[in-house]
């Protein structure tokens, strides 16, 4: 009996500052974030993309892509100044475990098991706006495919600083109806093996 109350003190101190720790992380992105319309812009895109996969009228289709040009180019100039904005911040405030679960003080317990989200977030901004630049020349179809990758990938990370990673590819399941693997192999090949240095993954 005794074992089980001290297993419940633990479980709830844990917690209590897993939840303590989550909202410091959660206010500190979106102090940065809220100067940005990231979130809307990538809503649009999203339904953007389904609308112009779903039209039958190839004219009518051509008009929705050329429609969306001017939402990619606001989210990749704007992701990249928040990347600018977020590197200023403190490196104390910034690392993010790797460990399998969210425990308090895990960045600063065991930092090898940590990465630096400014540097995920720079290298979103550069596999972003690579997407958007386009210069491969990929059809407007792989283009989005490629961009949509990219975004996903992007929000992953924000949900992972925030809370863990298997909270993170959980939302994204449940929001995207696809997995962190699918997204990860679905980016650029340069994104994807910065992503897996910076991450282990």
Request: glycine share 4%; aromatic share 8%; with cysteine.
């Amino acid at each position: 009996m005794d074992i089980l109350i001290l297993a419940l003190v633990i479980a709830t101190g844990i917690a209590f500052f897993n939840a303590q720790d989550q909202k410091r992380r959660i206010a500190l992105l979106a102090r940065t974030l809220g100067q940005y319309q990231i979130e809307a812009l990538m809503e649009n895109l999203t339904q953007g993309y389904l609308r112009a996969l779903g039209e039958d009228d190839p004219e009518r289709r051509d008009q929705i892509w050329s429609l969306l040009t001017g939402a990619e180019t606001a989210i990749a100039a704007q992701f990249g100044r928040f990347a600018e904005d977020f590197a200023r911040l403190d490196a104390a405030s910034t690392r993010v475990s790797t460990l399998a679960m969210a425990l308090p003080g895990a960045s600063r317990l065991w930092p090898t098991a940590t990465f630096d989200v400014r540097e995920a977030f720079r290298l979103h901004a550069r596999g972003i706006a690579d997407a958007v630049a386009n210069r491969e020349q990929r059809p407007p179809r792989d283009k989005a495919f490629l961009l949509s990758a990219e975004l996903f990938l992007m929000q992953h990370t924000c949900h992972w600083y925030c809370r863990s990673r298997r909270i993170a590819s959980a939302r994204l399941l449940r929001r995207h109806k696809t997995s962190h693997e699918q997204v990860l192999a679905s980016v650029a090949p340069q994104t994807r093996r910065a992503y897996g240095a910076l991450t282990g993954l």
